[in-house]
């Protein structure tokens, strides 16, 4: 039995010897791991946007479902992901709040003018 074991031993030693191959490092510069962490930054802010009830409810709308617009993205180029994050990072933060405000403040000066009675603590002129 043990003639056995020391033969299987060395014989597993030596086909570990033979598979065996050396490890190739490649030297990266701190651009190249810049590049990748900021494509893979990107990404996932991209996709947390599609992750957004407001956008998945205007992808349905336009067609689109969220599970497609999702596999597009993580096809996107370096390139193409950049452009789309500067479009969105150029984007108002509210959108329509300022449409919003706009009728409301409207719709306040009427009522000062005694035109509408929309807000009961508002006493026209």
Not at 55 to 65: D, E, M, R
């Amino acid at each position: 039995m043990n003639k056995y074991l020391t033969a299987s031993a060395m014989l597993m030693f030596a086909g570990l010897m033979v598979i065996a191959s050396p490890a190739v490092a490649g030297v990266y510069t701190s651009d190249q791991v810049i590049a990748t962490q900021q494509y893979q930054y990107n990404k996932q802010q991209v996709l947390a946007f599609v992750d957004t009830a407001e956008v998945q409810q205007k992808l349905q709308t336009l067609g689109v479902s969220p599970a497609d617009a999702k596999q597009r993205i993580a096809s996107m180029t370096n390139a193409e992901l950049e452009a789309f994050n500067s479009q969105l990072n150029d984007m108002p933060a509210g959108g329509i709040v300022g449409t919003i405000v706009t009728v409301l403040v409207v719709v306040a000066v009427l009522d000062l003018m005694g035109i509408t009675d929309v807000y009961p603590f508002i006493r026209p002129i």
